[in-house]
């Protein structure tokens, strides 16, 4: 019964960065919402406070998920030039 209303409460729309959050979420590439998919969004989305938390892979998941990237990229060579 948990299960049905959190499957309920996803949405089956696909963002415009569907692609990049599911390699972001190490799930399969495929470009398509799945249940799976819209799990994996939902939990990140509930994790980092943003809303509504739908599992849709828009704007601001994906502005999100990349400055994370950004910074751990950072982290591992923060000033290599030494500027």
């Known amino acids: 019964t948990g299960t049905a209303a959190h499957a309920a409460s996803c949405t089956k729309s696909v963002g415009p960065h569907q692609k990049q959050v599911e390699k972001f979420l190490k799930r399969p ?3 398509k919402q799945s249940t799976a998919d ?3 969004t939902q939990k990140f989305q509930k994790k980092h406070g943003i809303t509504p938390t739908i599992g849709y892979a ?3 998941t994906w502005r999100t998920m990349n400055t994370m990237l950004a ?3 950072a982290g591992k060579n923060p000033n290599k030039a030494k500027k």
Do not use: H, I
């Open 58 to 60: 828009g704007p601001l």
């Open 71 to 73: 910074q751990k990229a």
């Open 38 to 40: 819209c799990k994996a």
């Open 29 to 31: 590439v495929d470009g």
